[in-house]
């Protein structure tokens, strides 16, 4: 499967922003999806993930409450919505998906779980 993030770009803080991830395939059901993000200098990390269901979702501690993750299996998408953009959320973000053959319910925060990447999508946020 193949993913194409889109939906970054320079926001003033307290913006903004959707991102989208849309996937080839007619087997986006099958995934579990997750938006990391890798900051400059820094190691990359799961900000949300969902389940292949759609019922079970995940943030991290610093985006509880601004992030909101969503898929639509029909059009093959994952989407992030930012809200509250804080300086410290500028880096690229990236989708990824991890087949799930037996929980539908399963989310993922581990990168190396994840089999399929997308080029990522760069966010800035000016102060």
């Known amino acids: 499967v193949q993913l194409q993030a889109y939906g970054g770009g320079l926001v003033q803080a307290g913006g903004s922003l959707r991102l989208s991830c849309a996937t080839s395939g007619r087997t986006f059901s099958s995934f579990a999806m997750g938006w990391f993000r890798q900051a400059p200098g820094r190691e990359r990390e799961c900000v949300s993930a969902?389940?292949?269901?759609?019922?079970?979702?995940y943030y991290t501690g610093s985006v509880e409450g601004r992030f909101t993750i969503s898929r639509d299996n029909a059009k093959n998408t994952v989407y992030l919505q930012i809200n509250s953009l804080e300086p410290e959320d500028t880096a690229v973000y990236y989708c990824?998906?991890?087949?799930?053959?037996?929980?539908?319910?399963?989310?993922?925060?581990?990168?190396?779980?994840?089999?399929?990447w997308g080029q990522g999508t760069l966010v800035t946020v000016s102060s």
């Open positions: 990824a998906a991890k087949r799930s053959s037996y929980n539908v319910n399963n989310y993922y925060i581990v990168a190396g779980q994840y089999d399929h």
């Open positions: 969902i389940s292949r269901s759609g019922i079970s979702t």
